[in-house]
Structures are given as C-alpha cells and as structure tokens.
C-alpha cells in the first residue's frame, strides 16, 4: 500500500525559505520507473505542478518557479525534499507530494497535503 | 507551460450525462496520449479518476470515462449521483513536467 505525507512549517515569513519533506512507504524511490512530483493548491484555486525527481535521480521544474526550488531525494529514508526560496504571500497553498507512475506519466497516489501560510 | 482550459462550471441532474473538456496544445495533450483526470472534494486530496487518457484505476466506478481529440481531453461522467459533486482536473505530460487545468466544479442538481 502506497502512502506518502506531507511535513513542514504551517507558517513562513515573507523572504524565508520553505523547506517541506514528504515521507513515503510502500515504494523504493531508488526503482525503476518511479517518481515523486511536488504540486501546490492556493485557496480556492486550481493544481499548479512545482517539481519532480525520478528514481535515477532526474529531475524536472516548473519554468516559472526553476530559480527558486530545488528539489531532493534521500533514498534510505524515503522521503522527498522541496525547498523554496524567496517566499511571499502568493506562495500561501497547500502543498501536496505525489507517486508517479512514469510509464503512465501519473501521479497516482497523494498525500494529505499541508497548508502553508505566508505572512509576517 | 500555460494551464490546461476547462469549463469553469458543469452541472447535471441525477442520472444525466456530463462531459468536462480539457483544452491544451500540440505540445502537451495533443503530443502525447498521457492525460489523467482528478476528482477533488472540498478539503480532501485529488483522486486519480483515469490516467492514459481513458483508464480507470482499480476501484473507480464505470461511470467515468475518459477519451481525446486532437489537443482535447474530456471526461465523461454518466448516470450522474450526488457524490460525483466535486471539482475536477485534467493534468497532461508536456514531455519535461506536467500541466494541469484549470479546474470544473461539477454541481449536481
């Protein structure tokens, strides 16, 4: 059974840097053909894709946010690190990690997300 | 990557048809046959509803279907009941990520 679950700061100050872990089980990210994606969900609005690392340690990000996230694996641990930098109040959403399936280039399973807030 | 266009709002009484589209480009939908659909209730996680552009994974009713034309998907929910009211999205591989749609609420009248 596949689960993954979101961690990090509920709350940042405008100009910090967000630092969230997804933790998962259920798979090995050091398989071939697996992927872990960040997504993020503002109030009230729509899915916008971040950031994704593969098993072979590829990775891929959003043009419009490259500059300012980075993205890690830890493979003993399982779990998936994104790191945002310059944060400000539009980055307030929820943040959700996904599994991909990458033959069906699928984010399959969620987790539960974790809403972050950006204010001072 | 510009977002997928979806309808903004879709409604349908009990037991009706609806079909949600999913308008991108030649460089996402229309390149490749990897479009999935997502159901999400307010407050919950998206649920993986097709992937591949008209597969259903394990557990999600015959009800939804899923089907492309050129650079639109759609989403096709039949005999529709009132837990099918959600908001749903499309999200395509655009060969370097991935792009998501705007988003529908499907409201059940």
């Known amino acids: 059974q596949i689960t993954l679950k979101e961690s990090g700061p509920t709350l940042v100050k405008p100009t910090q840097t967000l630092t969230l872990t997804c933790t998962f089980s259920g798979f090995s990210l050091s398989t071939s053909g697996v992927g872990v994606g960040w997504i993020r969900q503002p109030p009230g609005k729509a899915l916008e894709w971040l950031a994704l690392?593969?098993?072979?340690?590829?990775?891929r990000y959003s043009p419009s946010l490259k500059s300012r996230l980075t993205i890690t694996k830890d493979t003993s641990k399982n779990q998936v690190v994104l790191t945002m930098t310059n944060m400000d109040p539009v980055d307030t959403a929820t943040y959700y990690c996904a599994h991909i399936e990458v033959v069906a280039a699928t984010p399959d399973y969620w987790g539960q997300g974790t809403l972050v807030t950006v204010s001072s | 990557q510009s977002a997928l266009t979806q309808p903004a709002s879709v409604s349908g009484s009990p037991g009706q048809s609806i079909t949600i589209s999913c308008t991108g480009t030649?460089?996402?939908?229309?390149?490749?046959?990897?479009v999935s659909w997502y159901q999400q209730h307010p407050g919950k996680a998206p649920k993986l509803m097709i992937y591949e552009g008209s597969k259903r994974p394990s557990g999600v009713s015959n009800r939804f279907s899923g089907s492309k034309s050129g650079n639109t998907a759609s989403l096709t929910i039949s005999g529709l009941q009132a837990e099918d009211e959600a908001d749903y999205y499309c999200c395509s591989y655009a060969g370097n990520l991935y792009v998501f749609g705007t988003g529908t609420k499907v409201t059940v009248l």
């Open positions: 030649s460089s996402d939908v229309g390149s490749y046959n990897l």
């Open positions: 690392i593969y098993w072979n340690d590829d990775k």
